[in-house]
């Protein structure tokens, strides 16, 4: 089991959502980043995707969040990431920040 791993993501925040400026709805994220997924799956580019929707400042850098340890991030995000292959995709995870996909890179 990886004590360490690589990986990028997408945020859509949403208005309440923890540090967001957002100003579109919960429901509003969540279809959108749910189109997202299945562009994904149908080929499209997950760090293109993320440079040009993500709410993170990783964002810019196509997602990417390097390399971090179990634990680093909030529970829900780290046992998403952590259970990925490398390659692989999540589903869309909900944490107190909004919605994200997650691709495993390393």
């Given at each position: 089991m990886a004590s360490q791993?690589?990986?990028s993501h997408i945020l859509l925040m949403y208005k309440g959502?923890?540090?967001s400026t957002?100003?579109?709805?919960?429901?509003?994220?969540?279809?959108?980043i749910t189109a997202m997924k299945a562009e994904i799956a149908d080929g499209a580019d997950f760090a293109d995707l993320a440079r040009k929707?993500?709410?993170?400042?990783?964002?810019?850098?196509?997602?990417?969040?390097?390399?971090?340890p179990r634990g680093a991030m909030v529970p829900e995000f780290d046992k998403a990431a952590?259970?990925?292959?490398?390659g692989q995709v999540s589903d869309v995870i909900e944490t107190s920040f909004g919605y994200h996909l997650i691709q495993r890179t390393e």
């Open positions: 791993i690589r990986a959502s923890m540090r957002a100003t579109r709805s919960k429901d509003e994220a969540l279809t959108s929707n993500s709410d993170c400042p990783s964002g810019a850098e196509g997602g990417d969040l390097g390399k971090f952590f259970a990925l292959e490398p």
